[in-house]
C-alpha cells in the first residue's frame, strides 16, 4: 500500500491538547511512547508517516481516557471553525473536512450532505480503533459551534473491515 502521509499542523493540533492539559512532561512521554522523538520538533509544514497521528491518539486514548480523544476532537474542530466562521452547519462540515483532509496525503476525507444530517468518510487514517473517537469529536465539535445539538455514531468502521470509517452526524 501506498504510504499515508499527515502534516505536522494536524499532529500540533493534537499534542497542544496535550501540553496545554499536562505540561511539557506529558506532551514529551507522548512524543516518547509513541515513538515520535526520533522525528525531533514536529514542524507544521512536514509530512509524517500516519502512524504518527495513531499512536498519539493512542497514547492519549491510553494515558488519559476516550473522553480527551473526543475533547481533542472537539479541540480541533473549534480551531478551524475560528478560522472559517461559518454559522451553517453544512458549510461548516464541508469547509473543516476541506481543510482536514489538506493535512493528509494519500488519505480519504470527504462530506456527504443529506437532509438532516451528514455522513462524514475517512480512509486509511484510522489503523487504530483508538483514532476513531477524535472525528466523532470533530463532528460533535462542529455541531456544538454552529448551534446544534448533534448525535453522532460510526455506522462503518476500517479497523473492523469496513472500507472507510464513516461517522453519521444527525441533527
Ligand atoms: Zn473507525
Given at each position: 500500500m501506498q504510504g499515508v502521509y499527515v502534516r505536522g499542523r494536524f499532529l500540533n493540533l493534537y499534542l497542544n491538547y496535550i501540553s496545554t492539559r499536562w505540561g511539557p512532561l506529558g506532551y514529551n512521554s507522548c512524543l516518547k511512547e509513541a515513538g515520535l522523538q526520533k522525528y525531533g520538533k514536529i514542524e507544521d509544514g512536514v509530512e509524517y508517516p500516519v502512524s504518527a497521528f495513531c499512536e498519539i491518539i493512542a497514547w492519549l486514548s491510553r494515558e488519559k481516557g476516550e473522553d480527551h480523544v473526543l475533547n481533542a476532537g472537539k479541540q480541533v474542530a473549534l480551531f478551524y471553525g475560528q478560522k472559517n466562521q461559518e454559522k451553517d452547519i453544512k458549510k461548516a462540515l464541508q469547509r473543516t473536512a476541506y481543510a482536514i483532509s489538506e493535512c493528509f496525503r494519500h488519505a480519504h476525507i470527504s462530506v456527504h450532505i443529506e437532509e438532516n444530517g451528514v455522513k462524514l468518510y475517512v480512509g486509511n487514517i484510522n489503523f487504530r480503533s483508538e483514532c476513531c473517537a477524535s472525528w466523532i469529536g470533530v463532528l460533535k465539535g462542529i455541531a456544538e459551534q454552529t448551534g446544534h445539538d448533534?448525535?453522532?455514531?460510526?455506522?462503518?468502521?476500517?479497523?473492523?473491515?469496513?472500507?472507510f470509517c464513516c461517522f453519521a452526524l444527525n441533527w
Open positions: 448533534g448525535t453522532v455514531s460510526e455506522i462503518e468502521c476500517q479497523t473492523k473491515n469496513g472500507k
